[in-house]
């Protein structure tokens, strides 16, 4: 193989996922190793290391034709050093995870927010792929979120632009694990309705959720949401419904400041849960009078699924050269 291939890598609190991704965007491999929250950041940029070298192996590739490494992490960076601001649910806080990967391999190393990647991700060969503005929500536990404007993913003057989970949506609002009150991931992150049904269920509402999980409603999945949602489950319905308005109505004010060609929804509630979601979201930014006269804002699933994230990464690490 002769031609340029890089690393993309997708650091998360329970797993690290990595491929080798050729120049055209073909992922040539894929490896994955668990991940703890506790792990020591020398644990994890050595499993980082193993990912790649797996990788390469299994490509019959050598390091000298590895050129670039992309990363993505769940938190906030310096986008000038690459040095790792904060991370909620790993133990890289402080670290320079850039730095650390670059003396390492002594190639070019690209680290950025999750989310962001994950939106550069399908810019570059996924559902933005012709979109010179779009914004991307990614719903998981939480809700991250990227936004492109004129073909450039922003990132602000502190690197922590697009957190579009924590724009407040409600003063009032139920408290976010931000730490504010009324945020849009307190009203659509998968824990938020995890919330809101388990006071359902306190309350006394019937619902098939409690059969399928066997009565043990500790941690309810998107797999749970999902059935519970095919087999039109009215609480469940009723909550998924109210979080997916709420969702809208964000995208109602974000189409307002970023004026996007559409909007790209990923994340594990959206694999299970956005045949129901994307319709109800799509209905509310469509009931916008402002953009009436301007045609309909698509509202569509991502293409890439878990790879978005890797291929961001490696999008990332391009644009260095």
């Given amino acids: 193989m002769k031609t340029r291939v890089y690393a993309g890598i997708d650091v998360g609190g329970t797993k690290i996922s990595a491929a080798l991704v050729a120049d055209s965007g073909k992922i040539l491999s894929r490896a994955k190793l668990p991940s703890e929250k506790n792990s020591s950041p ?16 299994a490509a019959s590739v050598t390091k000298r034709q590895l050129a670039g490494i992309g990363v993505g992490i769940p938190g906030l960076l310096d986008p000038a050093s690459g040095k790792v601001i904060k991370t909620p649910n790993l133990n890289l806080s402080g670290v320079n995870l850039q730095k650390q990967l670059r ?7 690209a680290v950025g927010n999750d989310a962001n990647l994950g939106l550069l991700g399908e810019k570059w060969v996924g559902a933005a792929r012709s979109a010179k503005n779009a914004v991307g929500l990614f719903l998981g536990t939480g809700i991250g979120g990227g936004v492109i404007v004129n073909n450039s993913l922003i990132s602000g003057f502190h690197g922590a632009a697009a957190e579009l989970g924590h724009m407040q949506l409600d003063a009032g609002g139920p408290k976010c694990t931000c730490g504010n009150v009324g ?5 659509g ?27 043990k409603i500790k941690n309810i999945k998107s797999r749970v949401l999902r059935k ?5 489950d009215p609480l469940v319905s009723r909550i998924v419904r109210e979080a997916s308005l709420h969702i809208g ?3 109602v004010t974000l189409r307002h400041i970023f004026d996007p060609e559409l909007f790209i929804f990923g994340g594990g509630v959206v694999e299970a849960c956005g045949d129901f979601m994307l319709p109800v979201i799509q209905k509310t930014i469509d009931k916008d009078r402002f953009f009436a006269s301007f045609g309909q804002c698509r509202v569509v699933p991502s293409k890439l ?4 994230v890797i291929l961001g990464g490696v999008a990332l690490v391009r644009g260095l050269s």
């Fill in 228 to 232: 519970a949602l095919k087999r039109k």
């Fill in 305 to 308: 699924g878990d790879d978005a």
């Fill in 183 to 187: 945020c849009l991931e307190a009203f």
């Fill in 249 to 251: 109505g964000a995208c």
């Fill in 42 to 57: 020398s644990r994890i940029i050595k499993t980082v290391a193993e990912l790649i070298e797996e990788n390469l192996r």
């Fill in 189 to 215: 992150g998968r824990w938020a309705l995890e919330r809101d049904i388990k006071a359902a269920i306190a309350e006394g509402e019937r619902t098939i959720v409690t059969k399928i999980i066997d009565g």
């Fill in 103 to 109: 003396d390492r391999f002594k190639i070019k190393v």
